[in-house]
């Protein structure tokens, strides 16, 4: 255990964020290609701008979209929908560029199950060479690591507040918005909350000192108490003012957020961005299986904390390295937990979508607030356990 004492800090940012923004128009041209065609392969990038939005990439699939309905329909759902003097970025106004072509054939042929020249095996590849990360440490009921399983929350709260017609900070609240906690560790476990960042778009009619009083109030309600002291700071707008945000403000773009996507810096990323693509590429598929077995090995007991990394080359059904790090706090040798996920788990990109169930339309609910953090979806659940128990004791 680490015995030492720091202070660790993790971000977290809203669904009106510019980039989540992006994430979550390419997410929802995912959901509507797989709703209709389940083989669908879509690799969506999205950009937003001021007024504009421009889709590009390459989706190859059966289903026939209105892809302006589509961009339309997420930006309201967001809340961009206002129509004040100083608003540019509105679901019903904003001019769409669609640049989407096909995917390549040559990319095509090493990710399907099919023989082709030069290709050592008829199974269905990776869709790209790259290295996955999957984490899970015992420090929240999620087993996320708490500094961004705490950002996420008040963002959370901070959404269902602005969504919420009936609480009077709704009429101020605009969706831009971003948090940041920073946790002091006491022989590796969370002992306080040396300080919070909360920035929120808001309206010209509001104080500062109102939105101040809010953000402290929400920050309270929705983190351990216990964790609060007398020292505690909190930075609730710093800058003074957030009128102009979103798109206005700051240009967004798919998979700019990868690290509050997933662990806040406390776990390993490859690299690879999620949102936009299907899961035969395995920069989404495979940091979402590796995920899946990191926790639970956590919650059979086998670590307090645990990293895994997978890589892959590109056409090959096969993981070229599978690697087990319990940063010391293994209950048995990394190498046994690495033979037991081995007898459990399949790593093979085909076999990953079918364990998980991946060719749904469940993308769009990823995108905000972790890709590991909501209970219900599949790489979420802890259905491994047992068998992992049993794995170890062979």
Same mark, same amino acid.
């Given at each position: 255990?680490?015995?030492?004492?720091?202070?660790?800090?993790?971000?977290?940012?809203?669904?009106?964020?510019?980039?989540k923004?992006?994430?979550?128009?390419? &997410?929802?041209? $995912? @959901?509507a290609?797989?709703? $209709?065609?389940?083989?669908? +392969?879509v690799?969506?990038?999205t950009?937003?701008?001021?007024?504009h939005?421009? $889709?590009?990439?390459?989706?190859?699939?059966?289903?026939k979209?209105?892809y302006?309905?589509?961009v339309?329909?997420?930006?309201?759902q967001?809340?961009?929908?206002?129509e +004040? @003097?100083d608003?540019?970025?509105?679901?019903?106004k904003? *001019?769409?560029?669609n640049?989407?072509?096909q995917?390549s054939?040559?990319?095509?042929?090493g990710?399907?199950?099919?023989?082709?020249?030069g290709?050592?095996?008829?199974e269905?590849?990776?869709? &790209?060479?790259g290295?996955?990360f999957?984490?899970?440490?015992?420090?929240?009921?999620?087993?996320?690591?708490?500094?961004?399983?705490?950002?996420?929350?008040?963002?959370?709260?901070?959404?269902?507040?602005?969504?919420d017609?009936e609480n009077?900070?709704?009429?101020?609240?605009?969706?831009?918005?971003?948090?940041?906690?920073?946790?002091?560790y +006491?022989?590796?476990?969370?002992?306080?909350?040396?300080?919070?960042v909360?920035?929120?778009q808001?309206?010209?009619?509001?104080?500062h000192?109102?939105?101040?009083?809010?953000?402290k109030k929400?920050?309270?309600?929705?983190?351990?108490?216990?964790?609060?002291?007398?020292?505690?700071?909190?930075f609730?707008n710093?800058?003074?003012?957030?009128?102009?945000?979103?798109?206005?403000? @700051?240009?967004?773009?798919?998979?700019?957020?990868?690290i509050?996507?997933?662990y806040?810096?406390?776990?390993?990323?490859?690299?690879?961005?999620?949102?936009?693509?299907?899961p035969?590429?395995? &920069?989404r598929s !495979?940091?979402y299986?590796?995920?899946?077995?990191?926790?639970n090995i956590?919650?059979?007991?086998?670590?307090?904390?645990?990293e895994?990394?997978?890589?892959?080359?590109?056409?090959?059904?096969?993981?070229?390295?599978?690697?087990?790090?319990?940063?010391?706090?293994?209950?048995i040798?990394?190498?046994a937990?690495? !033979?037991?996920i081995?007898?459990?788990?399949?790593?093979?990109?085909?076999?990953i979508?079918s364990?998980?169930?991946l $060719?749904?339309p469940?993308?769009?609910?990823?995108?905000?607030?972790?890709?590991?953090t *909501?209970p219900?979806?599949?790489?979420?659940?802890?259905n491994?356990v047992? !068998?992992?128990?049993?794995?170890?004791?062979?």
């Amino acid at each position: 255990m680490n015995s030492r004492e720091y202070i660790f800090s993790s971000e977290s940012v809203g669904s009106g964020h510019p980039d989540k923004v992006a994430d979550f128009i390419s &997410d929802s041209i $995912l @959901d509507a290609c797989l709703a $209709l065609d389940p083989k669908s +392969r879509v690799a969506c990038e999205t950009l937003v701008k001021d007024n504009h939005v421009v $889709l590009a990439g390459e989706i190859t699939t059966t289903a026939k979209l209105d892809y302006e309905a589509i961009v339309r329909a997420a930006i309201r759902q967001i809340g961009y929908v206002s129509e +004040r @003097d100083d608003d540019v970025f509105i679901a019903d106004k904003v *001019k769409i560029v669609n640049l989407i072509g096909q995917q390549s054939p040559d990319i095509s042929q090493g990710v399907s199950a099919t023989a082709a020249e030069g290709k050592s095996t008829a199974e269905q590849g990776a869709g &790209d060479q790259g290295i996955m990360f999957g984490y899970a440490n015992n420090e929240t009921p999620e087993l996320m690591p708490a500094p961004i399983m705490f950002a996420h929350k008040i963002l959370q709260a901070l959404e269902a507040v602005r969504k919420d017609p009936e609480n009077p900070a709704s009429r101020w609240l605009r969706p831009d918005c971003k948090s940041q906690v920073a946790l002091r560790y +006491r022989n590796g476990k969370p002992a306080e909350i040396v300080n919070v960042v909360l920035s929120t778009q808001h309206t010209e009619s509001v104080s500062h000192e109102e939105i101040f009083a809010f953000g402290k109030k929400l920050i309270q309600s929705v983190l351990p108490s216990e964790l609060f002291t007398a020292g505690t700071r909190y930075f609730i707008n710093p800058t003074g003012k957030f009128v102009i945000g979103g798109p206005h403000g @700051d240009c967004g773009l798919t998979g700019r957020k990868i690290i509050v996507d997933s662990y806040g810096g406390a776990g390993c990323h490859g690299g690879g961005a999620f949102s936009g693509k299907d899961p035969s590429k395995v &920069d989404r598929s !495979a940091a979402y299986m590796c995920r899946w077995v990191a926790k639970n090995i956590v919650a059979a007991g086998l670590a307090d904390r645990v990293e895994l990394q997978v890589a892959y080359a590109i056409g090959e059904p096969e993981p070229t390295s599978v690697l087990v790090n319990t940063k010391g706090t293994g209950k048995i040798a990394d190498e046994a937990i690495e !033979a037991a996920i081995k007898k459990v788990f399949s790593f093979k990109p085909a076999d990953i979508v079918s364990q998980l169930d991946l $060719l749904r339309p469940i993308y769009a609910h990823t995108t905000n607030y972790g890709h590991f953090t *909501k209970p219900d979806l599949p790489w979420e659940q802890l259905n491994r356990v047992e !068998a992992l128990k049993a794995a170890v004791s062979e």
